[in-house]
């Protein structure tokens, strides 16, 4: 079975620090791994996904995520936050052999400070 | 390519009302989803399908029906609202691709008094 933990419900960050989400995993098969993000009223956009190829994976709007087995983390970073990051993240698991379910994680809010 | 649609965007019903909401997808994916979103809880399945025709009960399925008579389309119905429906409704679809990602709708906004 596939599990996703997200710790720190609410994360707040300066702009221009470092922004960090942590996203821990369990799964008794390889996984695929995603990270969305929801900003306040829409649906939810694909920031950043690993499947199998490199484990440090770079998406959208300047995130990256680093697959880390040993751990069983695939944490969210970006370098220099922007107020434009401010919205809700989930971390997102499934299996390689059967990709027709995708389980969340509770998901962590993200605030930009002035 | 409008990708997942949802209709309709918003809706209040009184306790016991039915209704349907639709979701659309026009990329010709397999799977289609319908998960409910509540504060502190993340998404959570309520009920998929693998093909048309086909359905399966997900996490939380209890209070809801579904049907896909078309590829393209995935109806979520409630026979009788309570007010613990209330929550927001995303739909979504995903491909025959290998680690592709899930396509999200925009939501469904849902209030039953």
């Known amino acids: 079975a596939q599990s996703v933990t997200q710790l720190g419900s609410h994360v707040s960050v300066s702009e221009g620090a470092l922004v960090l989400l942590r996203c821990n995993y369990s799964s008794s098969v390889p996984p695929y791994l995603f990270w969305y993000v929801q900003y306040p009223n829409q649906g939810l956009q694909l920031l950043l996904k690993?499947?199998?190829?490199?484990?440090l994976v770079k998406g959208i709007n300047g995130f990256e995520a680093e697959f880390k087995k040993s751990e069983t983390s695939f944490h969210l970073t970006k370098p220099s936050a922007h107020m434009s990051d401010a919205a809700e993240y989930f971390c997102?698991?499934?299996?390689?052999?059967?990709?027709?379910?995708?389980?969340f994680g509770s998901g962590t809010r993200l605030s930009i400070r002035p | 390519n409008a990708g997942v649609t949802q209709t309709p965007k918003f809706r209040v019903l009184k306790t016991g009302q039915s209704m349907t909401l639709l979701c659309a997808q026009d990329?010709?994916?397999?799977?289609m989803y319908w998960y409910r979103q509540d504060p502190g809880m993340g998404l959570r399945l309520i009920h998929y399908?693998?093909?048309?025709?086909?359905?399966a009960k997900g996490e939380v399925p209890d209070g809801y029906n579904v049907s896909r008579l078309k590829k393209q389309n995935f109806l979520l119905g409630l026979e009788s609202a309570a007010p613990s429906q209330t929550s927001v409704y995303f739909c979504a679809s995903w491909g025959p691709t290998s680690g592709g990602p899930w396509y999200f709708g925009p939501g469904t906004r849902l209030t039953v008094l």
């Open positions: 690993y499947t199998s190829a490199a484990t």
């Open positions: 997102a698991v499934t299996p390689y052999s059967s990709a027709s379910k995708i389980i």
């Open positions: 399908s693998v093909g048309e025709g086909t359905t």
């Open positions: 990329m010709n994916h397999e799977y």
